[in-house]
């Protein structure tokens, strides 16, 4: 049975004395997932109203994304597959699309899931995940980006630094696993929403955001 948790972050004076640091106070979330099986992405319906939440497949626990710190290793760098979205540098830091690549580096297996919201619900059964906004170090950043290249064929979902590629549909029930890629060290901060129709009316979930500590 998932178990949810929602766990204090930095608070009160604390929190202030970073804020006057200039350090971003969710970068010190009380979890920090750095490796195994992780929906970073996933949704759920209330009834009402759509909602994000990070699931952590390994203990089958969900976290309020605020959080979390999802940990980004060094171990992640791998050679810059050449894509021109991913920049000119010769490594890129990658979150890999299949289990066996994230395990055996001993990174997050980080997941876009909408296995938990039920067929019948939203109009053509699909909902849109949409990338709202992106930080590396407290400063807008190009980059961010997820996608896969299944088969040669490169989908870029989310990328921070096109305005063409911010939103990506996924059908209900489903899950997927694509390439999360970050091309520089630092903290990132990606805001996302998800949005489904409903008796012909767009619901969209508040604004959520992801933190990623990217080590080099």
Known sequence: MRT????????????????????NTSAFAATTL??????????????????????????DTEYEPADVTLAVPAAAKVTNPGYGFLGTGTQVWLLP?????ATAAGVLFAGVSTEHLTTGTFTGDTVTYTLVNATRNGASTED???????????????DSG???NRAES???GAHNHPNWAFEEAGTYQVTFT??????GGTVTSEQETLTFVVSG
Request: aromatic share 8%; charged share 20%.
């Open 34 to 59: 750095s490796s195994g099986h992780v929906d970073v992405l996933d949704s759920e319906w209330d009834g009402s109203a759509l909602h994000l939440h990070v699931h952590d497949e390994v203990t």
């Open 162 to 164: 096109s305005t063409a």
């Open 194 to 199: 998800v949005s489904g129709t409903v008796g």
């Open 4 to 23: 949810r948790k929602r766990l204090l972050t930095v608070s009160g004076i604390a929190a202030a004395a970073l804020a006057a640091a200039g350090l």
């Open 97 to 101: 699309d299949t289990e066996a690549e």
């Open 144 to 158: 961010f980006s997820v996608y896969s290249d299944a088969s040669g064929s490169v989908n870029r979902y989310f």
């Open 170 to 172: 996924f059908t209900v």
